[in-house]
């Protein structure tokens, strides 16, 4: 019996070592959270952004975007009056910033000197992610409250948007029951910006529900379709070039269909299949010079493509409820901020082409779900908050519910 039990305790031993290498196989030594710094504010937060240059975090929180010095680990400013922030993208003049109003579908521009917004935009419902594109100037604000298709109307414009992304229906007349939407009819949209103009060149109705969106740094934009497990890549120079063309009004181009119309243009937008392997694809990380994806799968896995031609060429484990990865390219690093259970943050390194392997999986923090990385540095920030339960609340033990503790957001700085 003794010996079974040891026998056991060696396997256990050795699955676990070999799920989660040893620090020398990192280069240099394990990651660990360095520091904690106390922010403040309230309310739920999302996508987070970094200024190398500037030493600027960008942090959507609620009705806030909260901008954190991380030389100093306090914040420098803050821009209020929001109905609730998702991203931050910023230009690459380092004068203006966006941030993308998810209830008020508007994206607000601000000056990155004196966080002051000056300008609003008007985007389709639901703004979340933000890209802004260098090559073509163009900003891409992906909106993500889907369209009830009337199948007997040809303009996709007057479709009306629907509550709730995950349950969509068809209108019905007086007296009965509204008709369920298959995934097949779900349209999403993108706003296309002329980041110099500040206007709204056009509206893009997408396949399926959109979710997080990437640049490459060259020309091209990839956007998760969720709910139907594909990766839309847009060419944002071709697309650039088309609209430019038009009258000064925005248009509306119905790109939600296999067999697009013209007005896309032959090489505009590829879809690519992930297939069941990846269900649900949560977020997106590009390598550009090496034409890599790296996408976070419902499945707790991250899947690897090939951005030329969409083919997945790894999968890699990450853990639950991952909402970012970050890609750090001059020390070959992928991050994959999992904020479900107790929250994980899943290093994955990236030796010759097509060469990864998970080098650490570091405990964090409940609900630290999104990050960002300092290329210069090294240093990976994800955000979090602390529950609690408040114990004179009548109603008894059984009855307690937490919430997060007043004062208690946080960034973790993460390095090695």
Known sequence: MKRLFALCLLASATLTAQQIPGATELPGSPFSIKKTWIIGGVGSWDYLTLDPAARQLFIAHGSIMQVVDVTAGTVAGKITGLRGAHAIALDDTGEFGYISDGPADQVKVFD?????????????????????????????????????????????????????????????????????????????????????????????????????AQTDGQGQVFINIVNRNQIARIDAQSLGALLRKQSSAASVLDWSHESRPAQSSADSMRLFALGTDCPEPSALAADGPHARLFVACGNMKMAI????????????????????????????????????????????????????????????????????????????????????????????????????????FQVLVIGN
């Open 112 to 212: 990155r000197r004196s966080f002051a917004v000056v300008a609003t935009i008007p985007t389709g419902p639901t703004p979340r992610a933000l890209v802004f594109e260098p090559q073509s100037r163009l900003l891409f604000a992906i909106c993500t409250n889907p369209f009830t298709v009337n199948p007997t109307s040809p303009n996709p414009s007057r479709n009306q948007a629907n509550p709730p992304p995950s349950s969509p229906t068809r209108s019905a007349p007086p007296g009965r029951n509204p008709q369920p939407i298959s995934p097949q009819e779900i349209k999403t949209s993108i706003t296309v910006i002329d980041a110099q103009t500040r206007q709204p060149l056009a509206q893009i109705l997408m396949p399926g529900r959109l979710g997080f």
């Open 305 to 408: 493509l090939n951005a030329g031609t969409g083919e997945v060429v790894a999968f890699l484990p990450t853990g639950p409820g991952t909402d970012a990865i970050g890609y750090d390219p001059g020390r070959g690093l992928i991050y994959s901020a999992n904020g479900g259970a107790n929250g994980s943050l899943t290093i994955v390194r990236q030796d010759i082409a097509d060469s990864y392997a998970v080098v650490q999986v570091l405990p964090t923090r409940q609900r630290a779900r999104t990050l960002a990385v300092n290329s210069s540095t090294g240093e990976v920030y994800l955000v979090t908050d602390l529950l609690g339960v408040n114990l004179a609340q009548a109603g008894g033990i059984g009855t307690l519910q937490s919430s997060p503790a007043n004062g208690s």
